[in-house]
């Protein structure tokens, strides 16, 4: 399918062709999120799961699962868990970032206040360790417990990498590795293990979600210094003001000269921005090709999850996988 000639986006057209799983999905969550005792809880989750998010993380459990041939029915558990993990960290990231709005919406914490955003996140990772926990399958269990790890170290690595002009490339990845791309290949490796997959077809799986979860973050930071704030839903230079070290950043101090090093040791590392340093920002990644690099680094990911989806059985579903990596990176082509 050409992107530049589709009228439906990849995420939509796989929506459609798992909507009968998705239904389910979303029965469940709202099933589980229920609270007889705490009526606070649904509210907030209420807020976040229903704010119009895509669903990418259990859909890639659904279309894992499937690819390889499964009928059901933990499927649908196992992605409940996936979205459940995933609200419960968007909650707690509002609150660490002191957000005040995520999908055009006021965020949990502006609503409400921190505390219940944190106790709500608390119970959304007790309720996924219940679901995961339903399958009776441990090696399931395993992966989806190490991700929730993964993603919690992930976001304390950030703490300490975010405004250190010393974080190289490496160490992004991590962080990458840990806040977004864990879930993602969690979600398509559990789908291939329920699904009693093959290691070779399962590492496959692995591969993709973690390539696709690299390119999706490095597409999210490129567009963070080059973006239409109508199409991506945040302003240009939000993570520039928010003194996050991002790829472009990291690439563009590494070839600093001395008088760069102190302008961006300046606007990062102690938060002293005046006016016009966004731009004079840009102008430096630009100076250093550092977008065109971090473009590059996102087009290789992308690339890298394609090859790895092209080992599994060809279906329909596989061939809306391998679109939707071409789609997370046509955003920058």
Same mark, same amino acid.
């Given at each position: 399918m050409s992107l530049d000639n589709a009228t439906t986006k990849p995420h939509e057209e796989l929506a459609r062709a798992l909507d009968d799983g998705m239904t389910a999905v979303n029965a469940l969550i709202r099933d589980r999120m229920a609270s007889e005792h705490a009526p606070r809880i649904p509210e907030v989750t209420a807020h976040l799961v229903e704010a119009g998010g895509k669903r990418l993380r259990p859909m890639l459990v659904l279309a894992a699962a499937r690819i390889c041939g499964y009928p059901g029915p933990y499927d649908v558990h196992l992605a409940a868990t996936v979205e459940f993990i995933h609200t419960a960290t968007l909650l707690h990231d509002d609150v660490v970032d002191e957000s005040r709005q995520r999908r055009g919406r006021p965020t949990a914490n502006l609503l409400w206040d921190n505390k219940s955003s944190v106790l709500v996140g608390d119970y959304l990772f007790a309720r996924a360790f219940q679901l995961m926990v339903e399958p009776g399958n441990l090696r399931v269990l395993s992966i989806l417990s190490n991700a929730a790890a993964t993603i919690a170290e992930g *976001?304390?690595?950030?703490? /300490?990498?975010?405004?250190?002009?010393?974080? /190289?490339?490496?160490?992004?990845? %991590?962080?990458?590795? $840990?806040?977004?791309?864990?879930?993602? /290949?969690?979600?398509? *490796?559990?789908?291939? +293990?329920?699904?009693?997959?093959?290691?070779?077809?399962?590492?496959? &799986?692995?591969?993709? $979600? !973690?390539?696709? $979860?690299?390119?999706?973050?490095? +597409?999210?930071?490129?567009?963070?210094?080059?973006?239409?704030? %109508?199409?991506?839903?945040?302003?240009?230079?939000?993570?520039?003001?928010?003194? %996050?070290?991002?790829?472009?950043?990291? #690439?563009?101090?590494? #070839?600093?000269?001395?008088? =760069?090093?102190?302008?961006?040791?300046?606007?990062? *590392?102690?938060?002293?921005?005046? !006016?016009?340093?966004? =731009?004079?920002?840009?102008? &430096?990644?630009?100076?250093?090709?550092?977008? *065109?690099?971090?473009?590059?680094?996102?087009?290789?990911?992308?690339?890298?999850? %394609?090859?790895?989806?092209?080992?599994?059985?060809? /279906?329909?579903?596989?061939?809306?996988?391998? !679109?939707?990596?071409?789609? +997370?990176?046509?955003?920058?082509n």
């Amino acid at each position: 399918m050409s992107l530049d000639n589709a009228t439906t986006k990849p995420h939509e057209e796989l929506a459609r062709a798992l909507d009968d799983g998705m239904t389910a999905v979303n029965a469940l969550i709202r099933d589980r999120m229920a609270s007889e005792h705490a009526p606070r809880i649904p509210e907030v989750t209420a807020h976040l799961v229903e704010a119009g998010g895509k669903r990418l993380r259990p859909m890639l459990v659904l279309a894992a699962a499937r690819i390889c041939g499964y009928p059901g029915p933990y499927d649908v558990h196992l992605a409940a868990t996936v979205e459940f993990i995933h609200t419960a960290t968007l909650l707690h990231d509002d609150v660490v970032d002191e957000s005040r709005q995520r999908r055009g919406r006021p965020t949990a914490n502006l609503l409400w206040d921190n505390k219940s955003s944190v106790l709500v996140g608390d119970y959304l990772f007790a309720r996924a360790f219940q679901l995961m926990v339903e399958p009776g399958n441990l090696r399931v269990l395993s992966i989806l417990s190490n991700a929730a790890a993964t993603i919690a170290e992930g *976001e304390v690595l950030q703490l /300490s990498a975010a405004q250190d002009l010393r974080t /190289s490339e490496d160490i992004y990845l %991590k962080v990458v590795r $840990g806040k977004t791309a864990a879930l993602f /290949s969690a979600a398509t *490796e559990a789908g291939g +293990v329920i699904a009693g997959a093959n290691n070779d077809q399962v590492q496959a &799986l692995f591969d993709y $979600g !973690d390539a696709l $979860g690299i390119a999706f973050q490095i +597409v999210d930071d490129l567009l963070d210094y080059q973006g239409d704030a %109508k199409a991506t839903g945040k302003n240009v230079g939000d993570d520039f003001r928010e003194r %996050k070290l991002t790829l472009p950043v990291i #690439k563009a101090v590494a #070839k600093a000269d001395d008088e =760069e090093r102190a302008f961006w040791a300046r606007t990062i *590392e102690k938060g002293k921005q005046e !006016d016009g340093d966004l =731009e004079h920002a840009i102008t &430096l990644l630009n100076k250093h090709d550092a977008l *065109e690099e971090t473009r590059a680094d996102a087009l290789a990911w992308a690339a890298k999850a %394609k090859a790895a989806m092209a080992t599994l059985p060809q /279906s329909d579903l596989r061939r809306m996988l391998i !679109d939707l990596a071409d789609y +997370v990176v046509a955003r920058i082509n």
